[in-house]
């Protein structure tokens, strides 16, 4: 099985930092994208950021010049350090990963569980 275990939501005032961290763990030969996504309430699912297996990043328009993604490939591990934040940046965030179970195996996507980020004004 793959999991992936997210931590460091929270409540915080507005103009405040936060950093997101998810940890892939279980079956894994290999994993390729990771991202970051938001869901607020009453709207869809929608892009913040991703970043590829060599580093390649990409960020929602909404997000750039406060938010930053990064990995560890050692660790499995994708962050997002979100600094400035705005009550619009309020919702529920997901970690995605492609991960690869095994040699004999394709990419999949998995999801983490979401956590949740508040920002107060």
């Known amino acids: 099985q793959v999991q992936l275990v997210e931590s460091g939501g929270g409540l915080v005032q507005a103009g405040a930092s936060l950093r997101l961290s998810c940890a892939a763990s279980?079956?894994?030969?290999?994993?390729?994208?990771m991202g970051w996504y938001r869901q607020a309430p009453g709207k869809q699912r929608a892009l913040v950021a991703t970043?590829?297996?060599?580093?390649?990043?990409d960020y929602a328009d909404s997000v750039k010049g406060r938010f930053t993604i990064s990995r560890d490939n050692a660790k499995n591990t994708v962050y997002l350090q979100m600094n400035s934040l705005k009550p619009e940046d309020t919702a529920v965030y997901y970690c995605?990963?492609?991960?690869?179970?095994?040699?004999?195996?394709?990419?999949?996507?998995?999801w983490g569980q979401g956590t949740q980020v508040t920002v107060s004004s």
């Open positions: 995605n990963a492609d991960v690869r179970p095994s040699r004999w195996s394709s990419y999949g996507s998995y």
């Open positions: 279980g079956t894994i030969f290999s994993i390729n994208a």
């Open positions: 970043i590829s297996s060599g580093g390649t990043t």
